[in-house]
């Protein structure tokens, strides 16, 4: 199984092969994480506040949710506000629907089904572990991969900072998850001793005249810091290594965008000297409140909800898109 | 001026307002940098070997270079090899045109003159302080701002983590050319002084409620948190003080990519508690080592390109195209 992280949703490979998990932490994805956990049956996405109105029109009992400026807009019940959900009374929630509007989050979804995903869930810092979790499970089972997909912002054209932050975390997740479960520590030493593909073997154009390398003084330490690099960067990834501890027909380098994403996520998680499988609010607050996406709540005063989508591991729902009626709906 | 970085070309925004440092760090512009380094006069870009044979037998006497499968085709006076350029005689190179094919450079190259790009750089590890400086002196000249692009793999479809890396060091060396040329330090009090957009201003939706937010125990340590962090991160991006240290009609927020391109520069480059601004061949040797395009390299015996490509500041040419003429053409 590979891991692997799309900074954007236009980068996702190989959708039919992915279980995909959506990731919109600032704020979409954490509101539907915050609409699950009070109890609301399942939730209707729109582009827009015209189609959240039509799909409100259309389902009679529901409830509106969306913003304009910040704040919910006129009939609206909810802006785009975690915050503003958690504290809402029971009965105003419990077992309803939603109309609910996000202009990247739903972009991303639909796109994703459209190429013929064959799961999406979408992923936030609140269920983080609940997700990674499942979809470990759900790509066993399917025989796919699993990628994390940043939703971005200016629909999908522009990277968002606080999103590959938050897929940092699952991807980290999903490495402890799928590594815990399944890689015996003798499959790596199968898998060297197994490593005999004829593309791979070391060939000597450049390595063996390392003492010519023009400019070099200090021969024997560089050949010393390259046999080291080989020795330490061996030809196998982590991910070459099925569910079963059998080598995988084509093993394939990791994927760049999913050590990008953890390096970042580290980079920042480090600062606080947390354990990055169990992450410290104080840190996703610091990072989120390094990025615009953060800024701007800081700005507008929704500072509440920058600390509310940094609470890691609270919530246990994995919301899954079911694109079999009309329009995309996420259930629990 | 803003400091910008694209992780593909496809991501490259405004492209007319932009001084655009190209990077291919594995290992095409820093071939180029070899080149140039090694005394040619000017290189003719090709997408493939077809087009680089067509250059040479337009031009006449000049250089082949290329690879198939890691080594020059026949015909070829050289491979995409570094090292090999670096170690030559010097009769080969001194004076003389080189026809160079190169996939992903190539591609980005094009685009981004075909897009109108005001001027249009390559940057490499090796001349990372020489371009850096280039493209601020520069972009101020022209009124522009600055992107650092990562060509990318597979025709910019997909992230290449070397690139970034790279592209990290190269943002790194503009943010501190762009703050030690220009940046008083009363500059910064002075906009926060006049700070008074008034979309700015600090609503309390939510930053008043603070108490009331569900499920917190922490309250005053959640409200101190909050309060250290709109101190902490005012909405001053370091991008606002243009070169005359007046504010910027309008300051707008660091590039997200450049931002995530720092930290993972800096992510590996604090492992060796190396000096950001004066990198070791060791740590950019460990962090390349660890990317699948320097796994390749070292698989495929070219372990002394990984090296050469890793010295920092060896190089004061800075490559610029030339797209005047017949094709692209690299001049210094």
Request: charged share 25%.
């Amino acid at each position: 199984m590979n891991i692997e992280m799309a900074l954007l949703p236009g980068l996702v490979r190989d959708t039919p092969r992915q279980v995909c998990i959506v990731v919109d932490v600032l704020r979409a994805t954490s509101t539907i994480s915050a609409f699950f956990e009070r109890g609301v049956r399942e939730i209707h996405l729109g582009a827009n506040l015209d189609e959240v109105r039509a799909i409100g029109a259309r389902l009679g009992d529901c409830i509106l949710a969306g913003e304009r400026g910040g704040m919910a807009p006129p009939g609206f019940d909810f802006s785009n506000s975690p915050t503003q959900i958690l504290r809402a009374p029971a009965a105003m929630l419990e077992g309803r629907a939603v109309a609910f509007s996000t202009t990247n989050g739903t972009r991303a979804l639909r796109q994703l089904v459209a190429e013929g995903a064959p799961l999406v869930l979408t992923g936030c810092v609140r269920n983080g572990p609940a997700v990674a979790q499942r979809a470990i499970a759900e790509a066993r089972r399917r025989g796919c991969d699993v990628t994390v997909i940043a939703s971005g912002r200016e629909n999908g054209a522009k990277i968002c900072l606080d999103d590959v932050i938050a897929c940092g975390y699952i991807v980290h997740l999903l490495r402890q998850g799928a590594k815990l479960d399944n890689r015996p520590a003798s499959a790596v030493a199968q898998l060297m001793a197994e490593d005999d593909d004829p593309d791979y073997v070391q060939l000597d154009h450049a390595a063996t005249d390392l003492s010519d390398y023009a400019g070099e003084e200090e021969e024997e330490d560089f050949e010393e810091e390259q046999r080291n690099a080989i020795t330490r960067y061996p030809f196998i990834p982590w991910n070459a290594v099925s569910g079963s501890g059998e080598k995988s027909p084509t093993p394939r380098m990791a994927e760049e965008g999913a050590t990008l994403a953890l390096r970042l996520y580290q980079s920042y998680i480090s600062e606080y000297n947390d354990n990055p499988t169990q992450p410290s609010r104080r840190a996703f607050l610091a990072a989120f409140n390094e990025c615009s996406g953060g800024h701007h709540l800081l700005r507008y005063g929704w500072a509440a909800d920058t600390a509310a989508v940094s609470e890691a591991g609270v919530c246990d729902i994995v919301p899954y898109v079911d694109a079999s009626g009309e329009g995309l709906v996420l259930r629990r």
